[in-house]
């Protein structure tokens, strides 16, 4: 067995996991902090509340970038220079943030967490990997349950967390968090032995070769170019057009490589692996949709404060880890959990509907609460189904690149909030979010249609 693979349970080393736990919840909190603080933010600075989405896209764009980036250099160099180097970044963005003097400045200092949180994650895996690996052991299950776990912790507490730290401390209270948070990582992370990594004698041009420095700028390019295109209502077509160019060069680009930023190669001889990466770009898409749609309608129309909103969107965080170890854990059959998966995701885009100034507390509860259902079914159905088609021998990469089409959807949802909250927040534009996220349920629908047609084939 490989020291990849999924071993028995065995007791929790702390003070080695502790300061990785920490680590990886950083994205998924500083993700769903900032949606009970948007429109606070907006306030403070005076811009319109559609200007939210350009707080919103940086830390999923450099995240896109920043996962697959920092996954190699953790395989190149100490992996632990590099958890401890994403620390160092997340508390550089904590102090811009804080003390930012104009909204741009904060999304520098989004942009910067996206880049930070982005170690934690593939230099956690690298480090037990290398940990169990030494020993020829396979990597316990509950340590990998940890890891999992507190990402959906991290989106359990982060909007309620968001909403009590700008009640208390204002805006800058969520970024003034990840100070403390920070240290206390970097502190515990002595307890981690260094693992040297047998690269001496590398030329920087080969080390450039070794993490694909040209895949990612092309990347980096045509993802600018594409907010550009979703975010500017002048030069469309031009936008556009430059970013399908880039688009293409940088598959181009990816096909040559022995050491591609993301295998090209890899979907394209696994089609069946890109719609499972489709469709999670689809659901997260509509997901954070969600996320950050609800709690921006909530305190501009209901008029509630940031705290109260938070305790809104509880429900829908709780609701999200507990179908997920309640409900989807319990379904081995891939094809149904994907079918449920569907079926919650266009419940809660209908729920959207029933929301009205007039309506009571209860029925924005009811809709956080099926709305977070949706969430836990899907995270679990997306993961089943990329363990099923993903490659023995490319494991690694296969979820390394379902986070990137994850990052992507996310973007997207970002960009089309500020087309959507243009001329302000209210009930129509509410239900516009909820179109746009039928519009995604149908593609979805259609390519659990394709998943079943396959699976039928397969059974004959």
Known sequence: MSATAVGERERIDWKFMLPLVLGTMMNPLNSTMLATALATICLHFHEN???????????????????PLMGRLADLYDPKTINKCG?????????????????????????????????AYPSAMALIAHRYGDSKRAIPGNVLGIITVASQVSMVVGPLLGGVLTEVWGWQGIFLINVPWAILALFLSQNISPVKKNIGGSSFRSTL?????????????????????????????????????SFILFILWERTQAHPFIDIR?????????????????????????LYAIPQWVEAVKEMSPAQ??????????MSALSAILIASKIKKIILLNLIGVITLVMATCCLFLLRHEVAIVWIVITTMVSGIAVGVNIIANQSSLSAEAPPDQTGISFGLQRTFGYLGAIVSGTQLKNIFHDGISDTSLHVCGWYAGASCILLAFLYLIRMKKFTVLKK
């Open 49 to 67: 509340v559609s200007e939210s989405a350009l707080l919103i896209t940086p830390l999923y764009m450099a995240s896109a970038i920043g996962q």
């Open 87 to 119: 620390f160092i970044i997340i508390l550089l963005g904590a102090f811009v943030g804080i003390f930012a003097q104009s909204f741009s400045w904060l999304i520098v200092s989004r942009a910067l967490f996206g880049l930070g949180t982005s170690a």
């Open 209 to 245: 070769q070794m993490i694909d420095a040209m895949g990612i700028l092309l990347f980096a390019v045509f993802l600018v170019l594409l907010l550009i295109t979703l975010t500017q209502p002048v030069n469309v077509w031009v936008y556009s057009s430059l970013s399908f160019v």
């Open 266 to 290: 890899l979907l394209w001889h696994k089609p069946s692996l890109l719609l499972v990466y489709i469709r999670t770009m689809g659901t997260n898409y509509i997901l954070f949709l969600l």
């Open 309 to 318: 909103t938070g305790m809104i969107m509880l429900p829908m965080s709780l």
